[in-house]
């Protein structure tokens, strides 16, 4: 049994090591090893473009989560008190947004909109003053926020939801019963026995946007993201500079995913109390 | 890529040391060709082509978008334009014009500068993406020094749309030490037929409907631009059968041919002459029965983000010296007579960059209608997905 | 404020998004669907049948998708089931977080990277030349179903590992002693009691792996070298090389269909299943 966990565990970490091996390459091509060095960190660390990227997809991964986290929490706290047909479309919608693929959505989203903004557009340039001077609109971080949004909004809907329905009903009737506000009742008891789920859900939304490369191919228009950038070196042919970014996006998500799992792990010790 | 760019042979460089001497070639060509000027900031600092222009450091913008082909820039010369002008350029990668031309369709791609190949032109003014260019703003771009024969599908109604890059041919690249004792291959029908027997599972064709459907006709010996229904059947039956002998379906096959798993690829000029350089194992050859000829432009989509470093970047690869370092990195050809004047003699007599009469007068370049015509699209994506 | 406005705007941000972003763009896409390709690509407006009847063409593409999701997934089930086991059951208390961690780590580099390492271990300088020097022979690996599978159970065994965990880890281990105090064989007390426990968690994992290989596109295009076509990838050929639209629209329409009707059925058979315990299942 052990034997075997190590084996996957084995299988799980022979192409991480590969490529951090590959990221100390001295030479140029991501396929021979010719020596050791950590050039290709700083190559990456000073190139421009690796840098907007990444700042991109931070922009774009804590926008989609965070509103996605909002509207998503509201929605799982009203939904408790909806019933009948509302409810059952609103569930088949969310159901839909989590199944439809990634692919779909983004095609989905790229045609709605670039056919929307050939309609627009005219008639902004129409409306305004100065018709040169009129916006534009086209794809970028906006469609980017809004797509990775739907997905991570129907995720948190879910998770805060299963945790509302397991939550002790009777202390939101006490707190009412003591002559509490909604918003105090929300804050003082709501809030604190949800809350880690909609922190689960927003760390699962922000990788997932952060992760993601397909709905992004389509709708980023002229934006960057990590994984776009990344795409796109592979098409250029690889250096071990990509070896390098991949190292540093591990090293750095492990470091968060334990900094979250011990604000996790102390929220729970709260909740408790 | 810039460790081969880097190395010069002790020949070459006495060579080239000699001409320098000699005064055929400029100060300039000396340091660039040598590698000597590789000290980027020193060779940007050297480009008149930018001193002269009116924009200052920093005037253009900190950046800049190009939409290109695989292994078709010496990243030096990226670099010196960087170092001379404070814009970085951004380089996007892409395997065939229609893709270039899907992205530009959707809108809001970010490119500044883009580089169509001749047959697509026309097709682009027609869809209104591309920018007519105010030649003032290129002044290196001298037309009288350009083959017209290349430099020519620039150029719509009257309009200078495009300025020529590069041309080339499309042919085959075959790794000859997997032949065994057979001859090296020299046509379309053998290529195909190797495919299917000997080199099956090590051949690679482009995702690139114009050159792998083109040159599945030329088995059959039809045109290589062919729309007509029953020659496209007879191609699309051949790669039908070839698709399971296939290592892959890619426009990128220098790391597949370089590592030995792949043994035979549709070739450009310059990725057969990048190989052929490193490993000479490799050949290129030009089908007998035919195939495509070919240019290349740089050319500006509509609404360029940056307009101005666009036109600076286009200028900048077109003076003839950095021009000349482009072609002997990439191993392509240019239609600019400035450029040839630098190139070392050996370069100029290359049958790969410049085939024998008899092959070139068989090709054809492309056509307009193979880019648009929806049957020959829709049988490469029915190749692609069986 | 009533309570009943209260509740509609709570929400309004949530439906209006969904509306935006979800119901638009499908709609789009239906009507997309029944348009003809213009002259020089993308999508002009008309009513023809055409793209569906034209689905047959992509007949591969689906075979392929619907083929390999349902194997990839019961690879990844295979070799997830141990595992989690292990680390729910029989490994060391102390070290199970840590263990657990380790699973979703190879998760947080990107899976572009993590596949183009494949493609050197998969490549001819990998994997088969080791082989070779072992003298059991030269097996050509990239660009193959098999490397599109090896990808595919890479990229989501994590998928896989943690609902399982989960529904194993709430077993009541007492249930297994009772049974071995019966006299009930190991084989037996898992066959009777772990396995119809660990059912629900069986059955997300299954469904989410299920749900996102579907839409697969990048491992294909990148360990089948442009061979192993999924629907994904026919998708993307068709909006970002041929231009052809109405033709994409309608593959999206027939895949979106195809999902909506293999889930639910499966949802629905699951549930009954697990009698009705969906207590970690998605929905």
């Not at chain 1, 540093?248 to 996790?264: C, E, N, R």
């Not at chain 2, 939409?67 to 010496?74: E, L, R």
């Not at chain 2, 109604?157 to 291959?185: I, M, Q």
Request: charged content about 15%; hydrophobic content about 50%.
């Amino acid at each position: 049994m052990r034997l075997y966990a190590l084996a996957v565990y084995l299988f799980l970490y022979v192409p991480i090591g590969v490529i951090a091996v590959f990221s100390f390459n001295a030479g140029r091509h991501a396929a021979q090893l010719q020596g050791f060095s950590t050039q290709w960190y700083g190559k990456a660390l000073s190139n421009p473009f690796v840098m907007e990227a990444l700042q991109t997809s931070a922009i774009v991964a804590g926008a989609s989560a965070a509103l996605a986290t909002i509207a998503g929490t509201l929605a799982a706290l009203a939904l408790q008190g909806v019933g009948g047909k509302p409810r059952a479309i609103f569930d088949a919608l969310l159901y839909i947004a989590v199944m439809v693929p990634g692919i779909v959505i983004g095609i989905a989203t790229l045609i709605a909109l670039v056919t929307l903004f050939d309609w627009v557009n005219p008639v902004l340039a129409a409306l305004w003053p100065l018709a040169d001077q009129a916006p534009q609109l086209h794809l970028g971080k906006g469609s980017l926020i809004a797509a990775h949004g739907l997905f991570a909004m129907a995720l948190v809907v879910i998770i805060v939801r299963a945790r509302v329905a397991g939550m002790d009903r009777s202390l939101v009737e006490a707190s009412a019963d003591l002559g509490a506000t909604p918003w105090g009742t929300f804050r003082q008891v709501t809030l604190p026995q949800i809350f880690p789920a909609i922190l689960a859900g927003f760390l699962l939304s922000f990788t997932f946007s952060f992760d993601d490369f397909i709905i992004a191919f389509f709708v980023a228009g002229s934006e960057t993201t990590l994984p776009i950038y990344v795409f796109s070196s592979i098409r250029r042919g690889v250096t071990p500079e990509i070896n390098a970014i991949g190292t540093m996006v591990l090293a750095v998500s492990l470091v968060t995913l334990v900094v979250a799992q011990s604000i996790l792990q102390r929220g729970r010790g709260r909740g408790a109390a | 890529m810039t460790d081969r760019n880097d190395f010069i042979s002790r020949e070459r460089f006495m060579a080239e040391l000699y001409r320098y001497k000699k005064g055929s070639v400029t100060r300039r060509h000396f340091l660039g060709v040598t590698g000597l000027g590789a000290a980027t900031a020193v060779l940007g600092a050297a480009m008149p082509g930018l001193r002269s222009a009116a924009w200052a450091q920093g005037a253009i913008g900190d950046r800049v978008a190009l939409a290109t082909w695989p292994n078709y820039h010496d990243p030096a010369n990226f670099e010196a334009f960087t170092a001379a002008t404070g814009a970085a350029v951004e380089v996007n990668v892409f395997g065939s014009n229609e893709e270039m031309l899907a992205k530009l369709q959707a809108g809001g791609s970010g490119w500044d500068v883009f580089v169509p190949t001749n047959y697509t032109i026309t097709t682009y003014v027609g869809e209104d993406l591309i920018e007519p260019l105010d030649l003032a703003k290129i002044p290196n771009y001298d037309p009288a020094a350009f083959n017209q024969r290349f430099a020519g599908p620039g150029t719509v109604d009257g309009k200078v749309y495009a300025v020529s890059k590069n041309w080339g041919t499309t042919g085959f690249a075959v790794n000859t030490s997997n032949l065994g004792d057979k001859p090296k291959p020299t046509t379309w029908k053998e290529f195909w037929d190797l495919t299917m027997t000997d080199f099956s599972g090590r051949t690679m064709v482009h995702d690139y409907q114009l050159t792998t459907i083109g040159n599945a006709l030329k088995y059959f010996g039809y045109s290589f631009n062919s729309i007509d229904p029953k020659e496209l059947a007879d191609a699309e039956k051949l790669l039908l059968d070839a698709k399971p002998h296939l290592f892959a379906i890619s426009s990128d096959y220098q790391p597949s041919m370089r590592s030995g798993d792949a043994w035979m690829t549709i070739c450009w000029t310059g990725d057969g002459k990048q190989m052929n350089r490193d490993m000479p194992e490799i050949e290129y050859v030009l089908g007998k029965e035919g195939g495509e000829l070919w240019s290349d432009f740089y050319a500006i989509p509509k609404g360029a983000p940056h307009m101005d470093a666009a036109y600076a970047l286009i200028n900048f690869l077109l003076d003839p010296a950095v021009n000349a370092k482009e072609a002997l990195f990439h191993g392509y050809p240019t239609a600019d007579s400035r450029v040839d004047a630098l190139m070392p003699p050996e370069v100029l007599a290359d049958p790969i960059l410049y085939p024998a009469k008899e092959l070139l007068d068989a090709l054809e370049f492309g056509a307009a209608v193979t880019l648009t015509d929806p049957n020959r699209a829709e049988l490469m994506a029915r190749f692609k997905s069986a | 404020m009533t309570p009943r406005l209260r509740t509609g705007l709570l929400l309004a941000p949530a439906a209006l998004w969904l509306l935006a972003m979800l119901v638009l763009p499908l709609v789009v896409v239906l009507v997309f669907s029944f348009g003809e390709r213009a002259a020089a690509g993308g999508y002009s407006a008309a009513f023809t049948l055409e793209n569906f009847a034209n689905l047959g063409t992509r007949w591969a593409a689906f075979k392929n998708t619907l083929m390999l999701a349902p194997v990839g997934t019961f690879l990844c089930l295979l070799i997830a089931y141990p595992l989690a086991y292990y680390l729910a059951v029989k490994a060391d208390r102390k070290w199970r977080t840590l263990l657990l961690i380790l699973v979703i780590v190879p998760f947080w580099t990107s899976i572009l990277i993590r596949s183009y390492a494949w493609i050197y271990l998969l490549g001819g300088q990998g994997i088969p030349r080791l082989f070779d020097s072992l003298g059991l022979g030269n097996p050509r690996l990239i660009n193959t179903p098999f490397a599109v599978l090896t990808g595919i159970v890479y990229g989501y065994l994590p998928l896989m590992v943690f609902p399982i965990f989960v529904s194993l880890e709430r077993l009541d281990k007492r249930l297994l002693e009772a049974s071995a105090d019966l006299g009930s064989p190991p084989w037996r007390s898992f066959l009777q009691v772990t396995l119809p426990l660990s059912m629900p968690g069986v059955a997300t994992g299954c469904m989410l792996v299920f749900i996102l290989l579907m839409g697969e596109f990048l491992i294909p295009a990148m360990l089948g070298g442009g061979k192993v076509f999924f629907v994904g990838n026919a998708l993307v050929d068709l909006f970002l090389q041929s231009r052809n639209w109405p033709f994409g629209a309608a593959v999206a329409v027939a895949l979106v269909v195809i999902m909506l009707v293999t889930v639910t059925g499966y949802m629905r058979a699951t549930r009954k299943w697990s009698g009705g315990r969906d207590d970690v299942s998605l929905m």
